[in-house]
């Protein structure tokens, strides 16, 4: 993979992932949450910055369907240099992941990750995915980042909605309490 011009670094743009039908709502965003926190926990590679990366998401929401060559242009309008993609389906029982990866040098798709696995192994496969993305990018994933995926993993997904809740607390004593 090439980095973008005047980067030493490749640059990724997250797509927010779709839920599928039969997930919780309130999932979607504390997933791709914790895959931003586990991306940003691997070096190597950079996410695209926030003012760039809402700009290219804005354009994304306006397309009905979003084809590869939308896409790619708007990981361009990023100053990216990959985009992930992808959905989940997660219920009681399951998960179903399904990433993509899209390089704006090769103009399309370069590798996917699909991974079903019960639900409780929900932040396993979040960190799987992370380090799917690292080396879809050219990054190398240490042992030691390997080890600090694994530490930041939550047990469930209400674990870590009260964690984020508790670091939103303004109180210390209600941030303490949660």
Known sequence: PQPAAGSEEPVVLLVPLIDSSGTDEAAAPLVNRKIEENLRLLGGFSLAGAEESEDA????????????????????RAGADFAVV???LLDEDT??????????????QVSSFQKPA?????FGVLAEAAQFVAEGVGAEVTSEERQRLAVSSPPSLEAYRTLLAALGEGNAADRLSL
């Open 57 to 76: 998401l804005a354009e994304l929401s306006r397309v009905a369907h979003i084809g590869p060559e939308t896409l790619l242009r708007a990981t361009g």
């Open 86 to 88: 992808g959905q989940f």
């Open 95 to 108: 998960l179903n992941l399904d990433l993509r990866l899209f390089s704006s040098a090769e103009d399309g």
């Open 118 to 122: 019960p639900a409780d192994g929900l």
